[in-house]
């Protein structure tokens, strides 16, 4: 089994910054791609960014610019850091590790909720 936990959600105001983090354990074949999704209420689960072991980066075009998505020395812990926070950033937002050759492409973290409202 591969467990994702993720953390560093919370309440902000419009225009300040977030840093989450979402570190990968258990029975990892692989860490091919690490990234972060959001949902918002009413809304379908989007991909928000992602990156991919040869370093490789994909940004959603509402964050680009904003946010940046990076791995620790482990490889096995992902960060996004939010800058500029926007109210329509307000979602939860999930960690996943995604892996296209394995039978079981995506592992999903329980979801952390990041509120941006003054």
């Known amino acids: 089994q591969v467990q994702l936990e993720e953390s560093g959600g919370g309440l902000v105001q419009p225009g300040g910054s977030l840093r989450l983090s979402c570190t990968a354990s258990?029975?990892?074949?692989?860490?091919?791609?690490m990234g972060w999704y959001r949902q918002a209420p009413g809304k379908q689960r989007e991909l928000v960014a992602r990156?991919?072991?040869?370093?490789?980066?994909y940004y959603e075009d509402s964050v680009k610019g904003r946010f940046t998505i990076s791995r620790g020395d482990a490889k096995n812990t992902v960060y996004l850091q939010m800058n500029s926070l926007k109210p329509e950033d307000t979602a939860v937002y999930y960690c996943?590790?995604?892996?296209?050759?394995?039978?079981?492409?995506?592992?999903w973290g329980r979801g952390i909720q990041v509120t941006v409202s003054s």
């Open positions: 996943n590790l995604h892996l296209p050759a394995f039978t079981v492409s995506d592992y």
């Open positions: 258990g029975r990892i074949f692989s860490l091919y791609a």
């Open positions: 990156h991919v072991e040869d370093d490789t980066t």
